[in-house]
Nanobody, 133 residues
Framework: VQLVESGGGVVQSGGSLRLSCAAATSGFTRKQFHMAWSRQASGKEREIVAANSWSGETTYYADLVKGRFNVSRDDAENTMYLQMNNLEPEDTALYSC?????????????????????????WGPGAQVTVSS
């Protein structure tokens, strides 16, 4: 599975961006997988900022982005989005998306949500978001 992110760019503090995550090749049905967005700032470790269960009923947001970021999806387009509002310079990072390939299949068949964050991988190449002050 190879996912590709788009929609990154340079914005001023307080601005908004919407990132998209789509499969680079056919055969991946987004709605059957738990999905996540992460970011990695220069010199820092990757951190998951948002996650969405296969059904869309369970959503996770990191405290730093809660109330500002919103994850959504378009099943018809097989695409996941990250709407980022009120951006701050501290949000500057490379943003990537990934599926959970380890537990999504069983959860989807059994109709289960996730409690703890699954092991999301592989991460896409990312979209750079730069927020200027």
């Amino acid at each position: 599975v190879q996912l590709v992110e788009s929609g990154g760019g340079v914005v001023q503090s307080g601005g908004s961006l919407r990132l998209s995550c789509a499969a680079a090749t056919s055969g991946f049905t987004r709605k059957q997988f738990h999905m996540a967005w992460s970011r990695q700032a220069s010199g820092k470790e990757r951190e998951i900022v948002a996650a969405n269960s296969w059904s869309g009923e369970t959503t996770y947001y990191a405290d730093l982005v809660k109330g500002r970021f919103n994850v959504s999806r378009d099943d018809a387009e097989n695409t996941m989005y990250l709407q980022m509002n009120n951006l701050e310079p501290e949000d500057t990072a490379l943003y990537s998306c990934a599926p959970d390939l380890s537990s999504s299949a069983i959860d989807y068949i059994c109709g289960r949500e996730f409690d703890d964050l699954p092991d999301f991988a592989p991460w896409g190449p990312g979209a750079q978001v730069t927020v200027s002050s």
